[in-house]
T-cell receptor, first 116, second 113 residues
Framework: AQTVTQSQPEMSVQEAETVTLSCTYD???????LFWYKQPPSRQMILVIR??????QNATENRFSVNFQKAAKSFSLKISDSQLGDTAMYFC?????????????FGTGTRLQVFP | DAMVIQNPRYQVTQFGKPVTLSCSQT?????MYWYQQKSSQAPKLLFH???????NEADTPDNFQSRRPNTSFCFLDIRSPGLGDAAMYLC????????????FGDGTRLSIL
């Protein structure tokens, strides 16, 4: 069975600074997908970034980038130039490559607080 | 904008009184999911539909059921809610091929009196 571990329950960063959220996972699969989702307080969960395991190049989306280390089973999220609106719960998630299901396995989340 | 809509945002019910939560989507996605999320925890998948095919998670209580009358709508029925069922319920959708991100609704916060 796959597991996802986020070892930082809470993080804080000052506005305009850079912060890195950690995520490790355990799987015997070779083909899979990894995601970071953001859930602001009392608001909808939205996709931040997606990585395909068979692509070595790290995914980036504007201020958000990942450091994907397949051999180490590590998938950290870097947020550059942090903004107050980045305050949220961040979930790392794993999805096995399968034709019959698209089940997401979530980590326990990291609560990020951005301070002015 | 195409989206996932959950109604109501807040639902209060009495212990043991059946309750139904609804989800609709305009994305025309063929997969719809229901998650339970308790405070400060990760979402827990209850079940999902791939078109009309229903897939129940092994540890989903029998108290929880779902209906999908058409592509756009999906319902979560809780037959006899207990205090432990108080949570946020999230609906999500996705499309095939596999590996596509899931799109979430705002959630329904369920309280049990």
């Amino acid at each position: 069975a796959q597991t996802v571990t986020q070892s930082q329950p809470e993080m804080s960063v000052q506005e305009a600074e850079t912060v890195t959220l950690s995520c490790t996972y355990d799987t015997s699969e070779n083909n899979y997908y990894l995601f970071w989702y953001k859930q602001p307080p009392s608001r909808q969960m939205i996709l931040v970034i997606r990585q395909e395991a068979y692509k070595q190049q790290n995914a980036t989306e504007n201020r958000f980038s990942v450091n994907f280390q397949k051999a180490a089973k590590s998938f950290s999220l870097k947020i550059s130039d942090s903004q107050l609106g980045d305050t949220a719960m961040y979930f790392c998630a794993f999805m096995k490559h399968e034709t019959t299901t698209d089940k997401l396995i979530f980590g326990t989340g990291t609560r990020l607080q951005v301070f002015p | 904008d195409a989206m996932v809509i959950q109604n109501p945002r807040y639902q209060v019910t009495q212990f043991g009184k059946p309750v139904t939560l609804s989800c609709s989507q305009t994305l025309n996605h063929n997969v719809m999911y229901w998650y339970q999320q308790k405070s400060s925890q990760a979402p827990k998948l209850l079940f999902h539909y791939y078109d009309k095919d229903f897939n129940n998670e092994a540890d989903t209580p029998d108290n929880f059921q779902s209906r999908r009358p058409n592509t756009s709508f999906c319902f979560l029925d809780i037959r006899s809610p207990g205090l432990g069922d108080a949570a946020m319920y999230l609906c999500a959708t996705s499309t095939r091929p596999t590996g596509q991100p899931q799109h979430f609704g705002d959630g329904t916060r369920l309280s049990i009196l």
